[in-house]
């Protein structure tokens, strides 16, 4: 449990160790697919968390995968401006509109 009298320094160990645990999460999901014949070695990460380095770093680690960040901040209003673009018959296809309309930004790569 948590103490009234935390420290800063305590707090921050705590909020990584979080982050830290999160991540090993993601990773048992990544190694439970791959052994069903997946191969995955990149996250395409979108939303909120993609603003926390810590976060993305500690996914990279964690998982030997690279992390790859949106061009565009707005990646969820993007998405559904491509489905309407699909929709619409601009593009033939989801990955159609993706490839014409989405860009990665920067990458993660594990340390």
Do not use: F
């Not at 979080?18 to 979108?46: F, P, V, W």
């Not at 998982?63 to 033939?92: D, W």
């Amino acid at each position: 449990g948590l103490r009234m009298r935390s420290s800063v320094e305590e707090l921050a160990l705590l909020y990584l160790a979080t982050i830290q645990a999160i991540a090993l999460g993601t990773r048992h999901i990544i190694e439970t697919m791959n052994d069903k014949s997946y191969k995955i070695d990149t996250i395409m990460a979108c939303g909120g968390g993609t603003k926390n380095p810590v976060w993305m770093q500690e996914h990279a680690n964690a998982t030997s995968c690279t992390v790859v960040l949106p061009q565009e901040p707005e990646a969820v209003l993007l998405g559904g401006a491509i489905l309407g673009a699909v929709a619409g018959k601009a593009y033939g296809s989801v990955p159609e509109g993706m490839a014409a309309m989405s860009k990665a930004g920067v990458c993660v790569a594990p340390e």
